[in-house]
């Protein structure tokens, strides 16, 4: 499972922990998958490759496996699997399906404004 | 995730198994309820109750059913639907609290959302597992899935998922509610019908001459019988209600138990017993004649026996009914405090039929009178074209039939038709016919009732005239004379000229015996005048017979003399006294 595979994921944490990570915590994202699909792991892997490319330093991913935790759905108002929650900055954005539309994610992240 | 299941395995080969849902009447018409452990859709436009149906059959079963429920709502929050619904009294928090509801608001805001790639629903799936298995609930209700369809860009996924969704409501063995809305050719806007094939309702909301009425049908019902008319339904403080009344049939009970009308004379009309039990009675009569007044004495009288009635009044209010009937003696008022009455006004036009008929069917239903009086049936043309009435008020009748309740219904006839065809033209349905009628003569208006018809009962032909007095509706002595029925003035009058010629010839005959005894009298004092007359006649004429014997004796003393002076023989002497005086004379001169 993938809740901590890099020192760039973490637990869900209070806002203790994402102070303590300095500065790199602006971009607080949060990716919610059902298990390790195989598109959850797409997921996971472009977005770690787009925070990498466009927000390095600056981000915290959180991982959030709604097999073990199914209750955690009802907060962020979770259907599609996988989708990626934008908690920080403000407001709240959702990016859902396998994030494998660099462009699109750039813009639902709001790091790239829309283009057409 | 999937769970033995439990009902469709253990399930033997006797049809399919239903799930009660506890709404009045849709188990009846569903003969048992929605489909156990199937998925059922529920359509309808906007506000045509498909939210209420599906809260309520998660509470009935919750309640009723001992079944835990999950609503999932893709439209309104929690607290909107606690607050919804609290007005029908039914307490979700305290429900989710006792573990028997979970209510889930599935919230999605297409402007918060972007769609890069693949995705699958896994997470409304996963939402919904754990609600179904926090509770171990039996009945799910999915308000409106078709959110989806506006929230989410990609519709095939969606229609992939659903498919995905409904196998695995299915698997999981739970009732499961789909409400989604109608699409303009098709049962539903987004063609859900295609996924859900096992049942499927329809719910409607029509307005007809500015009234609307509820109604419902079961578009398909798989593996199964069920009714296929649409049938009206209610929402009220109560909740919902449909009314099955179309589904009767003419399988009713006949009872041969008696009940009074409340006139006393008027039973004897109906062969000294009343109209049969169970039965409808139908009053017609024009403005005026007494209608509502024979249906306060018949509601009287019913509970004057310690039954129970229901008056349904759609001209006036319970009130106005009360003060006009004590008026002429009847206390409506005592009977409504024991409990035994209970009016429903309603102005005809305030509902449509349907919902009319289904306002009917609940309150008996909830009172269960043995008694009912509808006052009147005409106005119910203000709403409905006479076809429709009759339809709705054939079922009321088969209803009331079936509940042996006995029911009278006045019909205002208007003046442009014939009495005996009443305005509704329900007159062949009814058991008993009264006519009430102004009968207008001699410049006066009297009230004259008869018996047009009383299936089974051996009943009068007389038209009777009544009055409406202070103890109520009196029936006349019918007054049949020589110019046949009089009524009003011109039967007093009539019985008055009867009175003085009754009067006069007892005069005359008094008269006449004064006479007799006169002449009696004349007579008997003639006959003593008379014997006294013949007795002095008779004395004179004995005198006079004896005066003239007297000579003759003397004469013969002396002949006697003479003969003995003579010394006659004395055999001439007896011969002269033996023969004739004349000889004796001549041969003596």
């Known amino acids: ?116 | 995730m999937i769970r033995p299941n439990r009902r469709n395995s253990s399930r033997p080969l006797n049809g399919l198994q239903k799930e009660p849902t506890g709404i009045p009447g849709f188990d009846e018409i569903t003969y048992g309820g929605l489909p156990a452990g199937r998925p059922t859709l529920v359509c309808g436009g906007a506000g045509a109750g498909k939210t209420l149906f599906a809260m309520e059959f998660l509470v009935r079963g919750a309640t009723l059913y001992g079944e835990p429920g999950v609503f999932m709502s893709f439209e309104e929050s929690n607290e909107e639907l606690a607050t919804n619904v609290a007005s029908l009294g039914f307490d979700l928090n305290q429900l989710e609290a006792d573990k028997k509801l979970v209510l889930e608001y599935v919230f999605i805001e297409r402007s918060e959302i972007e769609e890069t790639g693949e995705y699958d629903l896994e997470a409304l799936f996963l939402r919904l597992g754990h609600a179904i298995d926090s509770i171990g609930a039996k009945r799910i209700v999915l308000d409106t899935l078709e959110a989806l369809f506006a929230a989410l860009p990609n519709e095939a996924i969606i229609r992939a998922e659903l498919r995905r969704l409904f196998r695995w409501l299915k698997d999981k063995g739970v009732t499961a509610l789909i409400t989604c809305e109608r699409g303009d050719k098709r049962l539903t806007r987004y063609g859900l019908e295609e996924y859900v094939a096992d049942c499927v309702i329809l719910l409607d909301n029509r307005v007809e001459n500015q009234i609307s009425t509820r109604r419902m049908r079961i578009v398909k019902y798989r593996g199964t019988s069920h009714g296929t008319n649409e049938y009206p339904f209610l929402i009220d403080d109560k909740g919902f209600s449909v009314v099955p009344i179309t589904s009767l049939g003419l399988a009713h009970k006949a009872p041969t138990e008696h009940i009074s009308s409340g006139i006393p004379r008027l039973d004897t009309m109906l062969d000294g017993k009343g109209f049969y039990r169970g039965s409808s009675v139908l009053v017609s009569g024009t403005a005026g004649t007494g209608k509502s007044t024979i249906g306060a004495h018949f509601i009287d009288a019913a509970c004057a026996r310690g039954e129970r009635a229901l008056f349904f009044a759609f001209e006036e209010s319970q009130d106005q009914i009360i003060r006009n009937m004590r008026s002429i003696g009847i206390d409506l008022e005592k009977f409504i405090k024991k409990g035994l009455l209970k009016f429903q006004n309603a102005r005809p036009s305030t509902w449509g039929l349907e919902v009319h008929l289904a306002m009917i069917h609940k309150a008996i239903s909830e009172f269960s009178p043995s008694v009912v009086v509808v006052d009147p049936i005409t106005n119910f043309l203000s709403v409905g074209d006479p076809i429709e009435t009759k339809s709705m008020l054939t079922r009321l009748i088969d209803f009331l039939k079936s509940q042996q309740v006995t029911a009278m219904f006045t019909s205002l006839t208007s003046g442009r038709h014939e009495l005996e065809d009443s305005d509704v033209e329900v007159s062949s349905l009814m058991d008993a016919w009264l006519l009430v009628k102004n009968i207008e003569h001699n410049g006066e208006r009297n009230r004259g009732l008869y018996i047009l018809k009383a299936r089974g009962i051996a009943h009068s032909n007389q038209v009777r005239e009544f009055l409406l007095t202070d103890g109520g509706i009196q029936l006349v002595d019918a007054y049949v004379g020589a110019e046949g029925v009089l009524m009003g003035s011109a039967r007093s009058s009539q019985v008055a000229r009867e009175k003085a010629t009754e009067v006069d010839r007892k005069l005359v005959m008094e008269r006449k015996q004064r006479e007799l005894r006169h002449k009696q009298e004349l007579y008997e004092a003639q006959l003593v005048a008379l014997k006294g007359q013949y007795e002095t006649e008779r004395d004179a004429i004995l005198r006079e017979l004896e005066e003239e014997n007297q000579p003759q004796q003397v004469r013969a003393e002396q002949r006697l003399e003479i003969a003995r002076l003579r010394q006659a023989d004395n055999g001439e002497v007896e011969m002269k006294d033996n023969g004739s005086t004349k000889t004796q004379k001549g041969t003596m001169r």
């Not at chain 1, 973490?10 to 607080?28: F, I, V, Y």
């Not at chain 1, 959850?40 to 770690?48: G, H, V, Y």
């Not at chain 1, 920080?88 to 954005?93: A, D, K, S």
């Open chain 1, 1 to 116: 499972m993938k809740t901590t595979p890099s020192k760039k994921l973490r637990r869900p944490t209070n806002g203790l922990a994402s102070q303590s990570e300095s500065d790199g915590s602006r971009w607080n994202l949060r990716l919610y998958v059902a298990g390790q699909t195989p598109r959850s792991l797409t997921a996971f892997k472009n977005l770690k490759q787009i925070c990498e490319e466009y927000l390095k330093g600056q981000y915290y991913i959180e991982v959030i496996d709604l097999m073990e935790n199914p209750t955690l759905a009802r907060g962020d108002q979770i259907l599609a699997i996988p989708t990626l929650v934008r908690k920080l900055p403000q407001p709240i954005r959702k990016i859902i399906g396998d994030l494998s539309n660099t462009e699109r994610v750039l813009v639902g992240l709001d790091i790239q404004p829309r283009s057409n």
